[in-house]
Each structure stands twice: as structure tokens, then as C-alpha cells.
């Protein structure tokens, strides 16, 4: 099987093949459609749905090696939970806070 996450299309999330496939649409045209997995059907919404569908066949389709918190030996599946792990439970570690993303075309007003 070649690599399925690297063959997400990112501008709209459907994998080329049948990897992932546009399961519904909303009801206006303004809607995200649904994305399934071609794997085990499990399926995403939303503005994240591409990312999310990318996670979950990194996660639950393909094999990757845990990540180990160098102070405490914790091990986690993700970058982003041992980062937000590491921010919450080792806080002599300095690490700055999160900044909030902005969703698609969302106006910068400056705040």
C-alpha cells in the first residue's frame, strides 16, 4: 500500500483512487462536505475535516512509533499532545502558550 496520508489532497481532502470520498454535502453550498475514510468509514466535517481525516489514517491506518517525554517518560501518539503535555505538566520547561488559529477567511481586525 502506498503511503495514503501523502495522497490526501489537501484543497479538498479527497484521496485520489478512492483513498477518502465526499460522503455528503450540507444543506447550501456555503456547507463542508463530509469526508469518509476508506478504510473503516469513519467520517470528518468541518473547516479541519481534511487534517483530521489525515490524523486519523496517520493514527489508526498506518503504523507510527510513540513519542516520549524526555522529562518524565510519558508516552504519546501525537507532536501536538506531548507538546500540550509538556506545557501542562512540566512547567519549569518555560514553553510558551498556544496561539489561537484563525479559521479560513477569518478578517485580521487587529485585537
Not at 72 to 84: H, I, P, T, V, Y
Amino acid at each position: 500500500m502506498d503511503n495514503v496520508i501523502d495522497n490526501i489532497d489537501p484543497t479538498c481532502g479527497v484521496v485520489p483512487g478512492g483513498g477518502a470520498k465526499p460522503a455528503a454535502f450540507g444543506p447550501n453550498e456555503n456547507d463542508f462536505p463530509i469526508l469518509s475514510c476508506a478504510e473503516c468509514d469513519t467520517t470528518f466535517s468541518g473547516v479541519w475535516a481534511t487534517g483530521n481525516l489525515r490524523r486519523h489514517v496517520k493514527l489508526k491506518h498506518v503504523e507510527t512509533p510513540l513519542l516520549s517525554c524526555d522529562v518524565c517518560g510519558r508516552q504519546l501518539q501525537r507532536k501536538d499532545a506531548m507538546l500540550k503535555h509538556r506545557r501542562d505538566r512540566h512547567p519549569e520547561l518555560n514553553i510558551p502558550a498556544p496561539v489561537p488559529r484563525k479559521r479560513p477567511g477569518e478578517l485580521d481586525r487587529g485585537d
